[in-house]
Every structure is written in C-alpha cells, then in structure tokens.
C-alpha cells in the first residue's frame, strides 16, 4: 500500500511516500520538503495569505519529485493523506485541495489527518521505532501535551498547556529580544553563549500537582527583565536567552517525568518542533537514563513540519484499520 502524504498546515510543504506492505511498521520511499521560512522572514512571523499562495507554488513540483525519487508513477497511488488541521484555514485547503483532486483523478481514496498525530507517530520513521505503550510530550508551536500513547488511536491526554504553547514562549520570548523568526531555533543557538541560571524566571505550574502547563507568564517576566536591563539588554541578551530556555526546559522536563510516574510507562516519545531543541533533549535524555526509561525522537529533520509523517500517520491509521479512506471526494479542513 503507498501512501502519499501532503502536509501544508503553515510554513512548510512536504510530501512523502510511505510503503505500508504487511503488518510491519511502514517504510519511508521518498520525501520532500519546501521551507517558506525566509520568505516570512521580513515580517516577523508567518503571513497565511503569503503561505497558501506558495503552497500552490510547490505542492505539484515537490510530488513529482517525489514519485520521480521513488520511481513511482502517480497511478502506482493506493490513498492519498492530507493534513486535515489544525492549521491555517487557507494554507490547509490548498494541501486538502490537492489531495482530493488527485484522489478524484486516479479513482484512488483519500485520508485527513490531525496534524499532531502526525508528529506523534513521526518517531515511526526513525530507524530504531518506539513499541507501544509510551507517553508521549507533544511540544510545537501551537500545542503542549503529554498523552499516554496506548496503541495507534488510543491516546489519553494527560495534561496540556492552559495557555501558550512551549514553541510559542520560545518564539514570544525570542521576538522581545529581537532574534527574528523563528525564535525557537535563534533563541536555542544564542542560549550557547549564556548562562542558564543568571536571571531568576518563573516555572509556571511546576508545582501544579497536575500534569498541565502554562508558558503565557513568561514572556512578560522576560519582557520585564529585558526593560529593567534597558540599555545592558544587549551585553546580557545570551544570559536572559538562557535563562529563558532554562525555565522552559525545566518545565518540560519535570512534567514529563512526572508523567512517566504517574502511568508507570518506560518510553517516552518526544515530537514536534521544540522536540529539536538541544538542551531538552540532554536534560531529558540524563534524567531518563537514571530511571531506565527510553527515549525516542524524530529524526532531528522530522521534528518540524514535514509530507513524511502525515504520510506515516495515514498508512498506521489504515494498517490498524483505524480508518477508511473515502472515495468520497469532499474535504474538509479543521482549523483548530
Ligand atoms: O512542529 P512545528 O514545526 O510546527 C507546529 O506544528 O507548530 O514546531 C514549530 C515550533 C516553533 O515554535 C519553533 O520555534 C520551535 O518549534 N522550534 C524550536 C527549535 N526548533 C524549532 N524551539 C526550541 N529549540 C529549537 N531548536
Ligand atoms: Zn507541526
């Protein structure tokens, strides 16, 4: 069974070919992925009419890429995957609308995907896979939460941030201190040259008693920190990056062992975007090991937006008879 998968739920077009044969976890064939990062640059954040209009640009292109890679021809296309939401309403339609033309076109049925089930499973695509049950701490830039992974489909959410995701306070804060878009990675990379423990900034909800988070008083510590440094700010800047990634890392971290407490679970899977960040990966990587707890992650490629686990969500979806693809050739997108 190939599966192609087109996801295009903000800055990012990507698709993938996935080969689910058997019941084995499915095979990456091929893979493409066009960033529109600079392009949203100038503005400081991504501007979704500027982002619809250039997936319409690369979708068709990076397809045949794709089957060209694979040496696939079009036909050879038993389901279609496409990003269902969340997302940009107009950026979603366009990777919907694609999906469903080609779908309607080749006779061949269709599949919506959720957008962070896709980044769950994206540890799928690694070559040493996790084995269900695992928890697992989903962080991008819209979403913040610890499930308990069961099977495929089988998900409890165990907690999630009451305000701001961990992707947007790492984007939030790095816009403050004028690291451009996006902040994540900027903020991560200034971190280097900083002290992790040279301001004091609060770990919201660390002590909560629960498993949920909230970043949204962050940003205004830092905000402040940053006009009482006034004209220091910028001798200072890596230090208060720093210690902005600290207080987001520790948060993480603690919540996520006490996740593993709480459901006994030995894996944890750790994916979406803040997934690529250095530090959270060693921190949890040292506490883990102490426990025998294994982690897992994406491939370090796999961690943002990507065709390629939208593509594997679809075929796991199918192979666990989760789901029917539809030669019903309507769609939908689900913003939120
Ligand atoms: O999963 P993703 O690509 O898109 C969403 O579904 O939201 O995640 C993007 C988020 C952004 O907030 C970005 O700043 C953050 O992931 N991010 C990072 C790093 N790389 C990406 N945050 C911290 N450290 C990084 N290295
Ligand atoms: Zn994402």
């Known amino acids: 069974m190939l599966v192609l998968g087109i996801e295009s739920s903000c800055d990012e077009t990507g698709v993938a070919l996935v080969d689910a044969a058997g019941a084995g976890v499915p095979k990456l064939r091929?893979?493409?992925?066009?960033?529109?990062?600079?392009?949203?640059?100038?503005?400081?954040?991504?501007?979704?009419?500027?982002?619809?209009r250039d997936h319409i640009r690369r979708v068709l292109p990076l397809a045949r890429h794709v089957l060209g890679e694979a040496k696939c021809d079009l036909r050879d296309v038993d389901v279609v995957a496409y990003t269902r939401g969340p997302g940009l309403a107009g950026a979603?339609?366009?990777?919907?609308?694609?999906?469903?033309?080609?779908?309607?076109?080749?006779?061949?049925?269709?599949?919506?995907?959720?957008?962070?089930e896709g980044h769950l499973l994206s540890p799928f695509l690694s070559v040493d896979p996790p084995e269900f049950p695992f928890v697992a701490l989903l962080v991008s830039g819209g979403h913040t939460q610890l499930m308990r992974v069961a099977s495929v489909g089988d998900y409890e959410l165990l907690g999630?941030?009451?305000?701001?995701?961990?992707?947007?306070?790492?984007?939030?804060?790095?816009?403050?201190?004028?690291?451009?878009?996006?902040?994540?990675?900027?903020?991560?990379?200034?971190?280097?040259?900083?002290?992790?423990?040279?301001?004091?900034?609060?770990?919201?909800?660390?002590?909560?008693?629960?498993?949920?988070?909230?970043?949204?008083?962050?940003?205004?510590?830092?905000?402040?920190?940053?006009?009482?440094?006034?004209?220091?700010?910028?001798?200072?800047?890596?230090?208060?990056?720093?210690?902005?990634?600290?207080?987001?890392?520790?948060?993480?971290?603690?919540?996520?062992?006490?996740?593993?407490?709480?459901?006994?679970?030995?894996?944890?899977?750790?994916?979406?975007?803040?997934?690529a960040n250095r530090l959270l990966r060693e921190q949890l990587n040292a506490a883990c090991a102490k426990r025998g707890v294994r982690v897992h992650y994406p491939e370090l490629h796999l961690c943002t937006d990507n065709g390629a686990m939208i593509a594997m969500a679809a075929a796991m979806r199918l192979q666990a008879h989760k789901e029917e693809a539809t030669e019903v050739y309507t769609f939908d997108v689900k913003p939120r």
């Open 160 to 275: 999630e941030t009451i305000d701001d995701a961990a992707g947007e306070a790492f984007d939030k804060s790095a816009k403050l201190l004028g690291l451009g878009y996006p902040g994540g990675p900027a903020l991560s990379k200034l971190s280097e040259q900083g002290r992790g423990d040279a301001f004091k900034l609060p770990r919201p909800l660390l002590h909560s008693g629960n498993l949920d988070f909230s970043f949204a008083g962050l940003k205004t510590a830092v905000l402040t920190q940053a006009k009482k440094l006034g004209s220091e700010l910028e001798a200072h800047k890596a230090d208060l990056a720093a210690s902005t990634q600290a207080a987001i890392v520790e948060v993480l971290v603690k919540k996520s062992l006490a996740a593993l407490d709480q459901t006994g679970e030995k894996r944890i899977v750790v994916a979406g975007g803040v997934g």
């Open 92 to 116: 979603l339609l366009v990777g919907a609308g694609v999906a469903c033309a080609l779908g309607a076109a080749l006779g061949k049925p269709i599949l919506g995907v959720h957008h962070l």
């Open 30 to 52: 091929s893979q493409a992925l066009h960033s529109q990062i600079e392009m949203h640059q100038a503005y400081g954040g991504v501007v979704p009419e500027l982002a619809s």
